[in-house]
């Protein structure tokens, strides 16, 4: 896929001067925040795989309420807390992706991972502490053709990037719902620290789409907030206009994994036919991740560097763009 940076670079510049021009405006609390992101191998500039987790689009709004489903009487000692509802879409493809006359012929098709689309709405609940804080949350949607996640891909390669469509994807992962639960909990080692900050994180997915426990190690230095109020742990709806961040972001993570319905496909009934043989259950995650955040607007550049993620001895690298405005 064909992509360009100039006009992420505009983007950038022109958020940057209204927040400067901003900047003199009294500190305020905000009830809401909208995000958009947009994940994609393609944005890294030295190379062009086109594989794997080959894209995700995803909106997300954050909003503060009193009462809800009463969520809020949970964690007593918690300071502060919210709400957050998400739609995205995402699509994985396999390295492989285009399949001779052969192979169809001799009936000898195999991907190094199937096609799968996912259209997915999320909600959660963040509780923030003096030095942490744990968010949990459900995922809701489904995986196969139904998510259109192949019609989109087609549609902008075909209308944006003018890159081939691949008819591959009617071998993707069959039609199901998806149902995850999903907890993180993170701690600040050294929260008295103002430049360099080390924290822990720790996710546990349980579902029938992903089944994982992941520990990670973060690391930040520059100008940042507290780690429950900051953009790069996505808590900075608790953060007020007044709280500049500009800081870069590390984090090295090691996944345990049981299940990943996007390479096995169904987790109660094994009869896919391009499904993975053996799922990988040991991967490593590097991000290297830089966040601007000032007043009503954040923006953050992330990339992932994944070591065995499903297949052992498998290496991707795809990049995040995330663009927040609160309100």
């Known amino acids: 896929m064909n992509f360009t940076i100039a006009n992420f670079r505009v983007l950038c510049v022109f958020f940057l001067f209204w927040n400067i021009v901003c900047l003199g405006q009294k500190p305020s609390k905000f009830k809401s925040e909208i995000s958009f992101s947009s994940a994609?191998?393609?944005y890294v500039i030295w190379q062009n795989s086109d594989r794997f987790y080959s894209y995700?689009?995803?909106?997300?709004?954050?909003?503060?309420?009193?009462?809800?489903?009463g969520l809020q009487k949970y964690f007593s000692k918690k300071e502060n807390y919210f709400f957050d509802i998400g739609l995205r879409i995402e699509g994985y493809t396999p390295t492989n992706k285009v399949i001779t006359p052969i192979e169809i012929l001799s009936d000898n098709?195999?991907?190094?991972?199937?096609?799968?689309?996912?259209?997915?709405?999320?909600?959660?609940?963040?509780y923030a502490f003096n030095r942490s804080f744990?968010?949990?949350?459900?995922?809701?949607?489904?995986?196969?053709?139904?998510?259109?996640?192949?019609d989109f891909q087609g549609w902008f390669h075909n209308k944006v990037t003018d890159d081939p469509v691949f008819e591959e994807w009617k071998y993707q992962v069959p039609n199901q719902p998806v149902v995850n639960l999903n907890f993180t909990y993170a701690y600040d080692f050294i929260?008295?620290?103002?430049?360099?900050?080390?924290?822990?994180?720790?996710?546990v997915r349980l579902g029938n789409l992903y089944?994982?426990?992941?520990?990670?190690?973060g690391l930040r230095f520059g100008k940042f907030n507290e780690l429950s109020q900051s953009v790069g742990t996505d808590t900075s709806l608790l953060s007020n206009s007044s709280n500049i961040e500009l800081f870069f972001q590390s984090t090295i993570s090691s996944s345990v994994s049981f299940f990943n319905g996007t390479a096995q496909g169904s987790l109660f009934q094994r009869n896919f036919e391009y499904a993975v043989d053996s799922l990988n259950m040991l991967h490593t995650v590097i991000t290297l991740n830089t966040y601007f955040?000032?007043?009503?607007?954040?923006?953050?550049?992330?990339?992932?560097?994944?070591?065995?993620?499903?297949l052992s001895n498998e290496r991707h690298v795809y990049a995040r763009v995330i663009f927040k405005y609160k309100l």
């Open 56 to 69: 995700g689009v995803g909106l997300n709004l954050k909003f503060k309420k009193e009462k809800l489903f």
């Open 293 to 310: 955040s000032a007043n009503r607007f954040s923006f953050g550049i992330e990339h992932y560097f994944t070591f065995g993620q499903v």
């Open 109 to 126: 098709i195999s991907f190094d991972r199937p096609y799968a689309g996912l259209l997915l709405t999320t909600f959660n609940v963040t």
């Open 40 to 42: 994609n191998d393609a």
């Open 191 to 203: 929260p008295e620290q103002k430049w360099i900050d080390i924290y822990g994180l720790l996710d």
């Open 211 to 217: 089944i994982d426990a992941t520990p990670t190690l």
């Open 134 to 150: 744990f968010k949990g949350g459900t995922i809701l949607g489904i995986m196969g053709p139904s998510s259109l996640a192949g």
